[in-house]
């Protein structure tokens, strides 16, 4: 459960009073995420999401998120949308960190995604990449070859405590991509954490997206290698060929793929699998005090590293050009 910060009931109602909607009936902490504290709120005027930015937002940052997802909702992504106060800031200030009051999206995420789910993914990312081209702002990507570096040195020597060996493959990891990471591929604003518990579905049908708080400047088949490596593996850790050309023909059907982005899926799909080791060990490693939060796995990550490692063309994932 992720709940970092408590809220209490005094603090609340003065922040729920700057909006216009109704007084608070309840206020539940959420059971999944690991990054920020979200709450359920529901008010008299309906249900809302109630988020507190934690360690890994800069605060400055935040404007780029608000204005993302307004700017996608208008051009037809289905995504939630901050709330505006009455004084038209969405941005306020509750139990000392950042806060937002934003809309309720309807739907579920699915557990165990199918070859229909990985399809419609691709669609939509694919959809949302189109509609950030006229997206007018840009966020570098904190996440990316700097960033991985950092998240290294949080571990700190401390990652041969979660897998032998697990430091000396980081560093080997790491001058691998300082060497080869792709350069010129083409570039937007990317969702970069589109796992499945940020897609929601309704009745069979892929009903929004969710929680763009590590969108970024970056490029745009790197979205794509992240969804292969949370959509696309079993739950043994098997990839699944005919999920990542479900998800490849779903993206491929709404924004071509150029050879050199098909050629770069190794790579970037290996970097992306990188990233999320790394910062699901450093979560592990340093699980705050008293916080509702189950950290994820970061092994299950290495094991996809793993595998990618052994790849060097895209017909190894079940890909044609
Ligand atoms: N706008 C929304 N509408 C409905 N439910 C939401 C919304 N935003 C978040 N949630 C719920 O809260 C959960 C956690 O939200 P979110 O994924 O944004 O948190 P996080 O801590 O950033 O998680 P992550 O670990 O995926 O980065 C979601 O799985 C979902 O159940
Ligand atoms: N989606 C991420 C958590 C948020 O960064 C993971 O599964 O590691």
């Known amino acids: 459960m992720a709940v970092y910060t408590e809220v209490n009931d005094e603090d609340l109602a003065g922040f729920v009073a700057q909006y216009d909607i109704g007084g608070v009936l309840a206020c539940k902490g959420i059971a999944e995420g690991v990054e920020n504290t979200n709450y359920i709120l529901r008010t008299e005027k309906g249900a809302y999401i109630l988020t507190l930015y934690e360690k890994r937002v800069d605060r400055t940052d935040l404007p780029f998120f608000m204005e993302l997802m307004e700017h996608l909702s208008k051009s037809g992504v289905t995504c939630p949308t901050p709330i505006h106060r009455r004084d038209g800031k969405v941005l306020g200030e509750l139990a000392g960190r950042p806060a937002a009051i934003i809309s309720f999206l309807e739907g579920v995420w699915i557990k165990r995604p199918s070859v229909e789910h990985c399809g419609a993914v691709g669609r939509a990312l694919g959809a949302m990449h189109n509609a950030t081209l006229s997206f007018p702002m840009s966020r570098p990507n904190s996440l990316s070859l ?47 954490d589109l796992f499945p518990d940020n897609v929601f579905f309704l009745k069979g049908k892929l009903s929004g997206l969710i929680d763009f708080y590590f969108a970024c400047s970056d490029i745009l088949a790197y979205d794509v290698a992240v969804c292969l490596n949370a959509w696309c593996f079993e739950p043994d850790h098997a990839y699944n060929a005919t999920k990542g050309r479900a998800l490849l023909a779903g993206y491929r059907a709404v924004r071509p793929l150029s050879d050199a982005e098909m050629n ?5 799909a290996r970097g992306s699998a990188l990233r999320f080791m790394l910062t699901r060990l450093v979560d592990w490693l340093n699980v705050p005090p008293g916080a509702m939060v189950k950290p994820k796995d970061p092994l299950e990550y290495w094991k996809k590293l793993r595998f990618h490692q052994r790849v060097s063309s895209p017909a190894e994932y079940g890909f044609d050009l």
């Open 146 to 192: 700097a960033g991985w570096l950092a998240l290294a040195r949080q571990a700190d020597g401390r990652a041969d405590s979660v897998l032998q060996g697990l430091t000396a493959t980081i560093a080997d990891e790491l001058a691998f991509h300082e060497q080869h990471w792709p350069r010129g591929l083409p570039t937007g604003v990317i969702h970069a």
């Open 264 to 268: 770069a899926m190794p790579i970037l």
